[in-house]
């Protein structure tokens, strides 16, 4: 008996196991074949194999996501309009963290202000993200400047386990010397420190190696 209820736990386990697998195998598939469609930017073919999953998969929820964020990519806002109707269909509530933090780090004004108009923010601060940071770490001087236009939060705000401000992550940045005037024009404390007492000063003389750079960014930080 025990032979028999074990050949039959190994059997049920086994269907299991190749269950979930082609269940995975699908949904990789299907979402291969959607971001080739995004890319080409045609709404029709991604509407029909989005019907298909409609209609074979339940959880539809990991390719909507993974959609709109290459949609994103693509700052492609009439296929990020698209899907974002599509996502209603599926009754799930649309995050648009990750996607407006992709948006940030390599799209046009424009898409960062669709995102904008939804509610989202770029003076959020907490424990996870800070757009702004993205923006003056990873984007051109120009981005920043009309970011900071509408800036009303505080700007010393420390954040995460180092906690360092804006200038603390700037320094290093591409750009940085105008990043770091613009910065100093909106009050920023140069001699905050961090959580290891180093202030950005501190940041500079240690770690640019830019000589020119590093000459002109102690002058402003002094």
């Known amino acids: 008996m025990r032979v028999i209820f074990s050949i039959f736990f190994v059997f049920v386990l086994t269907v299991s196991c190749y269950c979930q697998a082609t269940k995975e195998f ?8 959607i971001q080739k469609l995004i890319k080409k930017g045609d709404t029709i ?19 909507y996501k993974n959609a709109f964020i290459e949609a994103v990519k693509n700052s492609d806002l009439i296929m990020m309009s698209f899907i974002e109707r599509q996502s209603i269909l599926s009754n799930h509530e649309f995050d648009n963290d990750l996607p407006f933090s992709v948006a940030c780090r390599r799209c046009s004004k424009k898409i960062i202000e669709y995102f904008l108009d939804k509610g989202c923010s770029l003076y959020k601060i907490d424990s996870d993200i800070n757009y702004l940071y993205i923006l003056f770490n990873e984007r051109e001087y120009s981005i920043c400047e009309w970011a900071m236009q509408d800036f009303k939060s505080d700007i010393n705000m420390k954040y995460g386990d ?9 320094v290093l940045s591409k750009h940085s010397v105008k990043k770091v005037k613009l910065l100093l024009n909106f009050g920023i404390d140069k001699n905050i420190i961090d959580s290891q007492g180093q202030t950005a000063f501190d940041y500079v003389e240690q770690y640019e190696k830019n000589i020119f750079k590093k000459k002109k960014l102690k002058k402003l930080l002094k």
């Open 26 to 33: 699908w949904e990789h598939s299907e979402w291969i074949k």
């Open 45 to 63: 073919k991604v509407q029909k194999q989005f019907d298909i999953v409609f209609d074979h998969f339940s959880d539809t929820l990991y390719i």
């Open 162 to 170: 180092l906690q360092r401000t804006l200038l603390h992550n700037v």
